[in-house]
């Protein structure tokens, strides 16, 4: 299964990211600003949602044991599609709140440690990592996450392409919860989207029940990845 989620396309990190701070919005600000900055070799990511409590830490370092089955206001399932960040990256840093670790094979394999490096983590501190991400805005944030992609400039360019298809407008979005900006600052390209429902028709739907046992079955289709639409 960890294989099966590592091997998503290129931009199923991003949605996944997005999906995780939509979930996890701050109780008393409701509403969730996250930021793309690439520094240096890395991808940061920083929001003002909730940061990281236990639960939250123990389902990103497990498979299959999220912490949202059941609970019809969370999109995520399962905890697994973090793992898509390890597609393109053998690093990555994760500062939410009072937590500070990250997930490094380098690391797990100079200890000689060759299992699944991606599910354990090791608890970091400031001077463990590159002075270059020991940032104010890093260590101030609520949740941040620093991506450290294997192919160094050249991924991060290909990610500054994505990240512009993706968000040519805001639409992204209108099916997001409690979103209600998107920045990005790369290399060469810049953005900032606002959720804005003055340019957008939207249609009030009441709320649709799927029985459980539909529910069973698209479970059913995610845990074997028989549909490349999921």
């Known amino acids: 299964r960890l294989a099966v989620e590592t091997n998503k396309k290129a931009e199923t990190f ?39 409590r236990e639960n939250n830490v123990y389902a990103i370092c497990s498979v299959a044991t999220g912490d ?24 990555v840093w994760i500062h939410p709140g009072a937590f500070s670790f990250r997930f490094d094979e380098v690391y797990h394999k100079s200890k000689g440690n060759e299992t699944f490096w991606q599910l354990i983590p090791i608890w970091t501190e400031l001077t463990d990592v590159d002075s270059v991400i020991s940032l104010p805005a890093i260590l101030e944030s609520p949740v ?49 989207k606002q959720k804005s429902l003055l340019n957008w ?12 046992d539909v529910q069973a079955q698209i479970n059913t289709v995610i845990d074997k990845h028989t549909d490349d639409r999921i």
């Open 14 to 52: 991003i949605y996944e990211i997005l999906q995780n701070a939509d979930d996890y919005p701050d109780q008393n600000r409701k509403e969730v600003d996250i930021h793309f900055v690439i520094v240096d070799n890395y991808l940061v990511v920083l929001h003002n949602g909730q940061p990281f």
């Open 68 to 91: 949202k089955e059941g609970d019809i206001t969370k999109t995520g399932f399962k905890g697994i599609g973090f793992k898509s960040l390890f597609k393109h990256s053998n690093y």
């Open 144 to 192: 941040s996450i620093v991506i450290k992609p294997n192919g160094g400039i050249g991924k991060l360019r290909e990610y500054e392409d994505i990240f512009g298809d993706i968000f040519q407008d805001e639409r992204l979005l209108l099916f997001l919860r409690t979103i209600k900006s998107i920045t990005f600052q790369g290399l060469k390209k810049s953005f900032s």
């Open 201 to 212: 028709e939207i249609s009030d739907l009441p709320e649709i029940v799927v029985p459980k």
